[in-house]
């Protein structure tokens, strides 16, 4: 297994996701205390001096996202605000994953539970979620421990975001999404993922249909037609509501009008 985050961190894709599941959190805060469950978790704190800088993908993300005046959508400003948090002298040296950007959002009676398979991001993991009792990381595979984990929880949000390296990850994370709502039906299940072409993403889709109704948000950076390039992303979300729906419509329309090429555009549908 070849993945590492800290390339991507800071990324178009990573900003659909990250505003779209503070913005899940958020609603689910409304209702009640949460459990977030995290199958595919990484490191938490990304400095993007490092790998990031190397394959400037945050340059062509946050950077921007960071260097935008004024006019943002709510759901963007809100991620925005949260990078900025976490770079009090101004730049963006530090990209928060979805474990920091969720721990810190944590109220009285929440709380995170992240898993990761490798060793040694689990270990990164960990000291980025020191400062965070709530909030605790588990070692191996997050497929498999997920619906262990959900056992007498109500009010559950699950992040499924896997690397998507290997040939059976959208099987997995599809069959794992339905298992979460078979578990909760409650519980509000988001999926991300990279969109190369239409036929792997249809297959995803359908495999996902047992699963019930979902909403798709996808934001497309250039047309589809390079299946070896991430052409763009979509978060896959069970259980949405109307104002997910909306911010979904925002986020994905921001990227996409701002960081997108010709032929960029933003779709969101309910499969
Ligand atoms: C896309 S990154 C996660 C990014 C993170 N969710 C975020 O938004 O900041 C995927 C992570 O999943 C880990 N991973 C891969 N397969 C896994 C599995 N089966 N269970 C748990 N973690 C896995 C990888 O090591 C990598 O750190």
Redesign the pocket.
């Known amino acids: 297994?070849n993945?590492?985050?800290s390339f991507?961190?800071g990324n178009f894709a990573?900003l659909v996701?990250?505003a779209l599941?503070l913005r899940l959190l958020a609603e689910r805060q409304a209702a009640g205390p949460v459990v977030v469950f995290?199958?595919?978790?990484?490191?938490?704190l990304?400095d993007l001096t490092g790998d990031a800088a190397r394959s400037k993908e945050a340059e062509a993300g946050v950077a921007r996202l960071m260097a935008a005046e004024g006019g943002l959508p709510p759901a963007i400003r809100a991620l925005a605000d949260q990078v900025a948090a976490l770079n009090p002298g101004g730049g963006v040296r530090f990209y928060?994953?979805?474990?920091?950007?969720t721990a810190r959002a944590l109220r009285r009676g929440d709380a995170y539970r992240?898993?990761?398979?490798?060793d040694e991001?689990k270990a990164l993991l960990d000291e980025a979620l020191a400062d965070f009792p709530n909030a605790t990381a588990q070692g191996?595979?997050?497929?498999?421990?997920l619906i262990p984990a959900m056992g007498g929880v109500t009010n559950a949000l699950v992040?499924i975001?896997?690397?998507y390296?290997?040939g059976d990850?959208y099987h997995?994370a599809a069959d794992a999404a339905t298992a979460a709502r078979r578990a909760d039906p409650a519980a509000v299940v988001a999926i991300?993922t990279p969109l190369k072409d239409l036929e792997t993403f249809d297959g995803f889709l359908r495999r996902l249909a047992p699963a019930g109704p979902a909403l798709v948000a996808e934001a497309r950076l250039r047309p589809l037609t390079n299946p070896m390039k991430m052409n763009g992303c979509a978060m896959v979300v069970l259980g949405a509501s109307s104002a997910i729906e909306a911010a979904a419509n925002e986020v994905c329309g921001w990227v996409a009008t701002t960081l997108g090429d010709a032929g960029a555009k933003a779709e969101v549908w309910r499969a």
Do not use: I, N, Q
């Open positions: 297994m993945y590492r985050h991507h961190a990573d996701k990250h599941l995290d199958t595919h978790a990484g490191a938490g990304y928060p994953g979805s474990p920091l950007l992240g898993f990761e398979l490798r991001v191996g595979d997050g497929y498999d421990g992040l975001d896997p690397p390296e290997r990850d997995r991300w």
